[in-house]
């Protein structure tokens, strides 16, 4: 029997890392050691009252059955108690905080709730992927804003004619991004939600960095903007904050509408988390945040490395403030980043990703993950800086 899938889903393309996986299990089997510089999964774990806290929880006996979808009330209130700490906004745990099973499940549903056939998404591009598969599973239409150089990879609203403009259904925005590394001020956002607000767009902010910053630089919120909240959500995460990915909790915040509409379709979804990870996410939300800092040093340690040897290489770099990536520009001789990264990769056993798997502004660049140990690290850069020498 020949099974036929439904066309929302026979429209996307299979994920660019579960390809690569492969090619590195092969890779991996002939011998070669292989150095990830490809993904964003932090290598370091989650303090150790973070996990005491899951353990002391997982052995109550009480704590083993369905978890509250949508996350406690003790932990949307805790999440509600960051956004106060962090950014100085009051978010109502009940109505404008809902917990999600990681912000991608958040960012994936949002388009799932919000677009119909041929409603318009605003993508920048390059961009996270599951901005464009939710839109494309949902079957709308999306338009690019590209990320460049010349304007700091912000979207420059004014290139955004009019007419698309009105169309617009949803905008989605990620600072410090991801791929670009690139921050972006409040006074950014406050543009944005004068522009969404005029059009009747809804803002959708994918912030899983704002606490992975360097150099003192501090990352803003956009709900700190004056009436955000009537157009704007935000997705965040314990995942890069806590060095929490694997325990999958998020966050999405802001505009109660989206929360409610959000939190219905959950309910169709899911069960929710296992109640002792609720538990210690509340935990890290609203324990000792000191050691973010120091765990910051050692991502900018990195960064430092990164950059130093690439730009000796000549790849164009901007100096990243914030987030897990280094974003560079291909040297000279250097065209097609694909190539480029492919033959890295077989030649060395070093893996880094092209940047036009991202978006097509992202052709001539590539992406280095930071979530890597110092000392493979620099195994990585002296095998990159031999390998290019040669190739000269």
């Avoid at 990320?147 to 600072?175: C, G, H, T």
């Avoid at 919120?221 to 998020?250: C, D, H, P």
């Avoid at 959000?262 to 069960?271: F, G, I």
């Avoid at 990870?277 to 939300?285: F, N, P, S, V, W």
Wanted: aromatic residues 10%.
């Amino acid at each position: 029997m020949e099974i036929k899938p439904a066309q929302r889903i026979s429209q996307v393309k299979p994920y660019f890392f579960a390809d690569l996986e492969k090619t590195i299990a092969l890779l991996t089997q002939s011998g070669m050691d292989i150095v990830r510089l490809d993904m964003g999964s932090p290598d370091l774990p989650p303090e150790e009252f973070i996990i005491e806290s899951l353990i002391e929880n997982a052995r109550r006996p009480d704590m083993h059955g369905y978890g509250k979808p949508g996350g406690t009330f003790e932990l949307r209130s805790a999440f509600a108690q960051y956004y106060q700490n962090r950014f100085n906004v009051e978010l109502d745990p009940d109505r404008e905080v809902l917990g999600l099973i990681g912000s991608k499940e958040g960012i994936f549903n949002l388009s799932q709730v919000l677009i119909n056939a041929d409603d318009l998404v605003l993508l920048p591009d390059p961009c996270y992927p599951v901005y464009r598969a939710g839109a494309v599973i949902s079957h709308g239409e999306t338009y690019p804003m590209p990320l460049l150089a010349e304007n700091s990879f912000l979207p420059d609203l004014d290139q955004i004619p009019e007419d698309v403009a009105r169309q617009a259904k949803l905008m989605w925005l990620n600072y410090p991004n991801n791929p670009t590394g690139a921050v972006a001020p409040l006074s950014f956002f406050e543009e944005v939600i004068d522009f969404a607000r005029k059009f009747e767009i809804v803002v959708a902010h994918d912030a899983p960095y704002v606490d992975v910053c360097f150099d003192r630089y501090v990352a803003p919120s956009i709900l700190q903007v004056a009436g955000a909240k009537e157009v704007a959500v935000e997705f965040n995460s314990l995942s890069k904050t806590y060095n929490m990915a694997g325990w999958r909790v998020g966050v999405a915040a802001g505009n109660t509408e989206i929360i409610r509409l959000l939190r219905l379709y959950k309910s169709q979804l899911d069960s929710s988390h296992f109640t002792p990870i609720m538990e210690a996410a509340k935990t890290a939300l609203l324990g000792d945040q000191s050691w973010i800092q120091n765990r910051n040093l050692v991502y900018q340690s990195r960064r430092d490395i990164v950059v130093k040897t690439m730009k000796q290489l000549g790849f164009s770099i901007e100096m990243p403030k914030a987030s897990l990536y280094v974003w560079a520009g291909l040297p000279a001789g250097w065209n097609d980043g694909i190539a480029f990264c492919d033959a890295l990769l077989r030649q060395t056993g070093v893996s880094i990703t092209p940047g036009v798997v991202y978006g097509n502004s992202g052709a001539g660049y590539v992406r280095i993950s930071l979530v890597t140990p110092e000392v493979r690290l620099i195994e990585a850069m002296r095998r990159m800086n031999k390998w290019m020498k040669e190739k000269v």
